[in-house]
């Protein structure tokens, strides 16, 4: 029902490891976030949201994040999380920066990642976007593995959903730029523009 498969000009398809069924990547690791609802529109999927995530705060590897969005953050294990503990917030996928994904709501779903936010003059962005956490900071390097990640997992959801195209990709920082700053700095447009033959990021401006 929710799978589209088209071919699309200017991107030629690469033999990825992942494929996506009834809205779930595989070999993703699945972790079930209660945050999302359904979006106005299952077949209006039209834009990729990059965003940077380190829970504690430039700290990596551990369970914060999927805590963040399974609504299980102990707000006595760090300072930082007694701010934010009580947050509702998840995105689609997490890449962590060993390379491992994990998904945290299904594509035709919407997640809430990227709030208050406008693209192209439509605003809730979240309606029509699929969000991609980076394990990182706005402070420090991604690393090689979770570019190829990301390209791969990028390729997947191109040959799944015919409404995405490789220049709607942007990040965080684009889309809410009086709000946010991620992915940052340092994560490195130029790299994932020749990975998918696109100028990236996409402007947000009409």
Not at 17 to 39: C, E, H, Q, T, W
Not at 81 to 87: G, Q, V
Not at 89 to 103: K, T
Not at 122 to 130: A, H, L, T, Y
Request: with cysteine; proline share 5%; glycine share 8%.
């Amino acid at each position: 029902m929710y799978t589209k498969v088209a071919k699309k000009g200017g991107v030629g398809f690469n033999n990825s490891m992942f494929k996506i069924k009834n809205g779930l990547l595989a070999p993703a690791r699945i972790v079930k976030s209660p945050n999302y609802d359904d979006r106005g529109d299952e077949d209006d999927i039209s834009l990729i949201v990059i965003h940077n995530i380190s829970l504690p705060p430039n700290e990596f590897g551990g369970k914060g994040i999927e805590q963040l969005f399974t609504n299980t953050l102990d707000k006595t294990e760090h300072p930082f999380y007694d701010e934010i503990h009580e947050l509702r917030v998840s995105s689609h996928l997490l890449i962590r920066r060993d390379g491992e994904v994990v998904q945290f709501v299904p594509f035709h779903k919407r997640a809430w990642h990227a709030g208050v936010s406008q693209y192209l003059g439509r605003d809730v962005c979240n309606d029509f976007s699929i969000g991609i956490e980076m394990e990182g900071t706005d402070f420090e390097p991604f690393e090689e593995i979770q570019y190829k990640t990301l390209n791969d997992v990028i390729f997947a959801l191109l040959k799944d959903y015919s409404t995405l195209n490789s220049s709607a990709i942007t990040g965080h920082e684009n889309i809410a730029p009086e709000r946010k700053t991620d992915p940052g700095p340092y994560f490195n447009w130029d790299k994932l523009s020749l990975m998918l033959k696109a100028k990236l990021p996409a402007r947000c401006e009409k």
